[in-house]
């Protein structure tokens, strides 16, 4: 399990770092009231789209907190801040900054990573039941990873799925491609240490460079992962808990 801490004051963000948030998004009515306001017209339009409150709420604290963590890095008000969009749909600032994020979100908890200069992508997933992760992991992994998958015990088959699932991710929403990229190019394998990912990529794929992957568990059940294009250490890496 990864050791979040709590920080005291708002911890500064330098060169060569990464900092990870998780956060619970099951806040208080008061809270998701406080947080919508920090949020542009459309990201409400947004949350109305949601057929459930329950949604439209994760929506809000998750838009909410990551408006409030950008205002904290840069100093400036959460409201000010104005998004543009890839067409893959990944957001970034539209004004020109060194500081990169990305977020993930999955039942009730959200992950935050942010670093400067680099590319960087974060993916969370709630590790529910799975009966065909074996079917799944024969279409969308490599050969390596599937032949891997299929020879764990099945007890401990959706978990080793779910890393290899997350750790993809991570690496294609840095690039920008989400999940239209190709799942099966881009091959994780756990190091000997269990605690960081070996990347393998094709000759020409347009991620070819060094990259740092690493996964991370911000509650139990749920598995997460961070990809960021440098070689960035474990050291370098800071996991906070965001608190209401």
């Known amino acids: 399990m990864t050791i979040w801490q709590h920080p005291q004051g708002f911890p500064p963000l330098k060169n060569s770092q990464v900092h990870l948030w998780r956060a619970n998004l099951a806040l208080s009515t008061s809270k998701i009231e406080e947080l919508s306001a920090s949020l542009s017209a459309d990201e409400m339009v947004r949350a109305s789209r949601f ?6 709420h994760r929506f809000i604290a998750t838009r909410g907190i990551l408006r409030q963590l950008l205002g904290n890095y840069l100093k400036v008000s959460p409201l000010s801040l104005i998004f543009a969009y890839s067409d893959r749909g990944k957001p970034r600032l539209a004004a020109d900054s060194a500081l990169q994020f990305n977020i993930s979100h999955s039942e009730e908890y959200a992950l935050f ?7 960087i992508g974060v993916d969370l997933e709630y590790q529910k039941p799975m009966t065909e992760a074996v079917k799944i992991a024969q279409r969308f992994f490599s ?9 764990t015990p099945q007890k401990e088959q959706a978990r080793l799925f779910f890393r290899f699932w997350t750790a993809k991710e991570a690496y294609l929403k840095a690039i920008g491609t989400g999940l239209s990229g190709s799942l099966a190019e881009v091959e994780v394998i756990m190091d000997e240490s269990q605690s960081r990912y070996l990347l ?3 000759e020409a794929h347009p991620g070819n460079t060094s990259w740092s992957l690493y996964p991370c568990s911000p509650e139990i059940n749920y598995l997460g992962a961070i990809a960021i294009n440098d070689h960035i250490p474990p050291q370098q890496i800071s996991y906070w808990h965001w608190s209401a």
């Open 200 to 202: 393998t990529l094709p």
């Open 113 to 119: 990573g942010f670093t400067l200069n680099h590319l």
């Open 51 to 56: 057929h459930f409150v329950q949604h439209q």
């Open 143 to 151: 050969p390596r990873e599937f032949k891997i998958l299929e020879a």
